[in-house]
């Protein structure tokens, strides 16, 4: 008879390929390697099958394809197939160190937690762009610590690029109901009000690859904007004053011109606190990198990430 897996590793994938070989990858390393592997094909034209049939012999691995849907409704799919304990999702743009399933283990055991989230970070392999958008992302500067890189900001909420929970949250949640946009958000909220206990594990980390360019990013933080609208409209509450602080941003920015005519003193002032922010964004950067050019690079990704979100928050709003 086969042995039950204590994990489960769900990822689904949307026309990546090359992203889901570095994470198959990294999963070969694994000092705890009891899981599987069920990757979930979103629809994709450009498909990962043969990535993952080059991993058949290494990797308990499950291969599904279905029609686009979202990631909400393909994560779902692949908790469904799952035979582990435990069902483990990640984004197909991660990668996880070696130890992500012992510090996982060693935290269960001292916390017997329900369900739990990890931090993402970047990877000197990354490029100096995806470093520097990976700072930014997970930054007290521009996120406000939420996102995992502090003990507790709030009620910690685990994001989709490195969630773990036990199948019996999937079975009394039905798991997640929205298909994209900030679907991770509103499932953690659903965990939090059915009674289940939810934690951190700081040491379960993983590398978190994200766009390629500028552009992408504006546009990936932009849905995440309009995502933290969609749960304020289903959970009135649920939007705290930081999630705010990206459109206060945004509006600032096209305010200051004509503040700068009508109140010169004001506006002047207004720069050189924009200024001082952004020269602050990058030390913090190289403080926590070590490079001169991803710290120069921060600055704009930080501009970028903080003026996407608030346009996409905004424009939901409005709407």
């Known amino acids: 008879m086969p042995t039950t897996p204590r994990f489960s590793v769900i990822v689904p994938v949307f026309n990546r390929p090359l992203e889901i070989e570095a994470l198959l990858t990294s999963l070969l390393h694994q000092t705890v390697a009891d899981f599987e592997v069920i990757v979930v094909e979103d629809g994709s034209t450009d498909t990962c099958a043969a990535v993952c049939a080059q ?29 582990g304990e435990f069902l483990v999702v990640f984004d197909s743009d991660c990668q996880l160190p070696p130890h992500y399933f012992e510090a996982v283990e060693k935290s269960l055991e001292a916390n017997a937690w329900d369900a739990w989230g990890g ?34 900001a709030g009620w910690f909420q685990p994001r989709s690029f490195n969630m773990g929970l036990h199948r019996r949250v999937f079975e009394k949640t039905g798991g997640f109901q929205f298909d994209r946009y900030a679907e991770d958000i509103e499932f953690s ?21 994200r766009r390629e360019n500028l552009r992408q990013f504006w546009k990936q933080v932009a849905n995440f904007g309009r995502g933290r609208v969609l749960v304020g409209r289903k959970f009135p509450g649920e939007i705290k ?79």
Do not use: E
């Not at 931090?119 to 958008?133: C, E, L, N, W």
């Not at 990976?134 to 521009?142: D, G, H, I, K, L």
């Open 189 to 209: 909220i659903r965990m939090r009000r059915a009674g289940f206990r939810v934690g951190l594990i700081a040491d379960a980390f993983v590398y978190h690859q």
């Open 119 to 152: 931090p993402d970070r970047g990877h000197p392999s990354f490029t100096p762009i995806q470093q520097a958008m990976a700072y930014t992302m997970s930054s007290v500067f521009t996120t406000g610590g939420i996102r995992g890189n502090k003990k507790h």
């Open 55 to 83: 991993f058949q012999d290494r990797l308990k691995i499950v291969y599904h394809y279905k029609p686009n849907s979202g990631p909400g409704p393909s994560r779902n799919v692949g908790f469904r197939l799952a035979k």
């Open 241 to 319: 004053w930081v999630h705010g602080f990206p459109s206060l941003f945004l509006l600032g920015l096209l305010a200051l011109p004509v503040v700068l005519i009508l109140l010169p003193g004001l506006g002047w002032a207004g720069l050189l606190a924009l200024a001082g922010y952004l020269l602050l964004l990058g030390i913090d950067c190289l403080r926590v990198t070590g490079s001169w050019w991803v710290a120069l690079l921060a600055i704009p990704a930080g501009f970028v990430q903080l003026t996407g979100y608030g346009y996409g928050f905004l424009r939901a709003w409005w709407r």
